[in-house]
């Protein structure tokens, strides 16, 4: 292997050593020559790493001045010192705020009178001294508001500590579990219930019970793999609720909040592919469940009788609407819903039975709950955003129907939402379908195949590539960038159905999308392929690594975030953190027709010699979701098979996880970094935007 300080100098890539690992699985036989780099305790394996960094470093030098004018401009769009709109949990409002030079938020209460005292709950600056990393999970303050429990990660791997701090004196209680994903009280104040993940897969399999200063009792431990735990209480604050699910099949248990040592009742057993979510009010369960359809209904059960003899159903499934949420209060419910790949928000009055959508004019946009976490209300907050929109937090009257701004993020500068264009157009897959792909651009635009373009996806989970605002997105589109997002199957942006239709035998669809909307892009002459740069993270980094074997001659450039790329490989080791819960994702390659819907885009697997564009991988050494060593083995294959001269970049960060850097000030120059090298690929580099 090439020492790290020489290919700083010589500004060529470092060549990993080659040690074959032969296997063969349903009479394929593969050959990894990759695999001991998954070892992070050998001193090779992170030189590998330090020199891949030196070459990255040494590659993007001269763009150095570029890098810092996009942090120094982006900064200038930021209001640095600021403060959330507050919200109201009993006899005081919550907030958080960040000061201008500081990385982190600080958590704050203050009592409801005007003139109340402002009281720190948790400075994560102060917390983060000495540490490289910081990040807070949960955040839940007792019913007697004497005490706050939350849990903390120091090192990126999404391994949280759950801690207790008593609010009158400001001490952090000898309280403590290792390893806590969720978090509930009961209503004494002095009973915890949390769930725990084990420490080697990371599945939240254990429900306990804390009594403050006392043990810890095991209540629950699931065997079967595929599944995860949590816990929650209701917004009523009468119930706490067990949740135990996959990707594909859920059960609930309850136990009342103010009898936290009894028995919990379970609502409905799991039954294959049924999931069920449950909330509260009055003498009521409320069941968002998709035994009717894919798309969810909700059925009432009673508190005394919760069984599915009892059941009645307020709203049946519908096969447009997705019911992706349900929030209930003490006169209302709120669902959150998607329909043409828009995201909606539908109230009930329960006292009419009547239901209004919340009416919005743009063409795309997120909206979504906001923080609600009082239950007698007769205002809803919500939180919406667009391209063009900042993050913007409104109360809805419940009695008017009428939304009231409270507050929308600043953007600093001479910014002016009116100079740029949102437009949803629709290509055309291989099947016929269409798919949606949300535009925005600064007005002006000539559709001449001449304007540069980044392309972003999700595709998978079910989840959907929403669409939302971003300051630092200016930095492109002020420079005569398209910015596009396609809302391609296996993703939830039209619901349950389209995730079906692009996963397990069904995955490559994911994949011909993307591709479909790319071309499409290039036909309508809103890009061309050689200005055209496609991004992803995770699952969204699988789909850029399926999509560049695929399809190479399509794109200027790749940039591959934490990409999950090694699937066979990762899929075949139930070891790793949440291998078994994804075969209902991807199929467990184990079975023979799996193994063949896998192999037949894993990107490790379907590398080969061809040109392929500029690409930038980017990963975290303490990466719990994919493995470093996925990108790693991926980009020192790629090294050995490229017939190009186009550049491949790799950057790891070594002391961040899954998310990238915590601070808020290093994930600007993370962003003004990947900023850089995009507008380089787009032919873009040292350009000053647009005035």
């Known amino acids: 292997m090439q020492n790290p300080a020489s290919a700083a100098t010589a500004t060529k890539p470092p060549i990993a050593e080659k040690r074959p690992r032969t296997s063969t699985l349903h009479g394929d036989r593969r050959v990894d020559d990759y695999g001991w780099l998954r070892e992070k305790s050998d001193p090779r394996t992170i030189a590998y790493l330090e020199a891949e960094n030196a070459y990255t470093d040494a590659m993007t030098s001269d763009t150095k001045p570029f890098q810092d004018l996009l942090y120094h401009e982006m900064l200038a769009r930021i209001q640095q010192t600021d403060m959330a709109v507050p919200y109201r949990k009993g006899s005081y409002l919550y907030y958080s705020r960040t000061i201008e030079g500081q990385q982190y938020a600080i958590f704050c209460r203050r009592k409801l009178a005007a003139d109340a005292a402002e009281e720190i709950l948790l400075d994560l600056n102060a917390m983060a001294t000495g540490l490289p990393f910081m990040a807070l999970g949960d955040f839940e303050v007792s019913p007697d508001e004497s005490k706050l429990a939350y849990s903390t990660d120091s090192t990126g791997y999404r391994q949280y500590v759950l801690h207790v701090k008593d609010l009158s004196t400001g001490h952090v209680l000898p309280d403590q579990a290792e390893r806590a994903t969720s978090i509930a009280w009961a209503r004494d104040s002095r009973t915890l219930f949390y769930s725990q993940e084990d420490e080697v897969s990371k599945r939240s399999h254990r429900l306990y019970r804390h009594t403050l200063g006392g043990g810890h009792e095991l209540l629950h431990e699931e065997p079967d793999e595929r599944f995860d735990e949590s816990v929650s209480l209701t917004r009523s604050g009468g119930w706490l609720v067990h949740t135990i ?376 050494l303490n990466d719990s979701q994919v493995g470093y060593w996925e990108p790693t083995k991926y980009v ?12 491949l970049l790799y950057k790891v960060n070594m002391g961040a996880g899954h998310g990238g850097a915590s601070g808020r000030y290093d994930a600007l120059h993370d962003t003004a970094f990947d900023y850089a090298w995009i507008l380089g690929r787009m032919g873009l580099l040292e350009t000053k935007p647009i005035p």
């Open 245 to 620: 699910s996959s990707h594909t099949t859920s059960e609930v248990r309850v136990l009342s909040s103010d009898r936290p040592n009894a028995t919990w009742t379970l609502i409905a057993p799991r039954q294959q592919d049924i999931e069920y979510y449950l909330d509260h009010r009055a003498n009521l369960f409320y069941l968002r469940i998709n035994d009717t359809g894919r798309n969810f209904r909700v059925v009432t059960a009673p508190v005394a009788t919760p069984d599915r003899a009892h059941w009645s159903e307020l709203v049946a499934q519908r096969d447009a609407v997705m019911l992706s949420d349900l929030d209930c209060f003490a006169d209302h419910l709120v669902f959150t819903e998607r329909e043409n790949a828009l995201p909606h928000l539908a109230v009930m009055d329960l006292a009419t039975g009547r239901t209004r959508r919340v009416p919005f004019d743009e063409a795309a946009y997120s909206v979504g709950p906001s923080s609600n976490a009082e239950f007698t209300t007769h205002k809803f907050r919500y939180s919406y955003q667009s391209f063009v929109t900042p993050p913007s937090v409104f109360d809805l009257d419940l009695a008017s129907f009428q939304s009231e701004l409270l507050k929308r993020q600043p953007v600093l500068g001479d910014w002016d939402a009116t100079h740029y264009a949102i437009e949803r157009i629709t290509a055309t897959a291989k099947d016929g379908t269409s798919v949606p792909i949300s535009l925005v651009y600064r007005k002006g635009l000539v559709r001449d195949g001449h304007a540069p373009c980044l392309l972003y996806s999700y595709g998978s989970y079910g989840i959907p590539s929403n669409v939302t605002f971003s300051s630092v997105r200016y930095s492109l589109l002020d420079r005569g960038a398209i910015c596009a997002v396609a809302h391609i199957r296996g993703g939830g942006d039209m619901g349950k159905k389209w995730h079906d239709a692009a996963r397990m035998s069904r995955k490559m669809t994911t994949f011909t999308d993307f591709i479909a909307c790319a071309e499409h892009l290039v036909k309508q002459k809103y890009t061309s392929s050689d200005r055209l740069v496609i991004q992803g993270g995770s699952a969204g980094g699988l789909l850029m690594g399926a999509v560049t074997n695929l399809r190479p001659d399509l794109f200027a450039g790749v940039l591959a975030q934490v990409p999950f790329v090694d699937v066979i490989n990762t899929m075949l080791d139930s070891s790793l953190p949440l291998t078994v819960g994804e075969f209902e994702e991807w199929g467990n390659p184990k079975v023979k027709e799996q193994y063949e819907w896998i192999r037949a885009y894993s990107p490790y697997d379907n590398l080969t010699k061809q040109a392929y564009p500029s690409m930038l991988v980017k990963t975290g």
């Open 636 to 647: 020192a294959k790629l090294r050995t098979l490229k017939t190009d001269t186009h550049p």
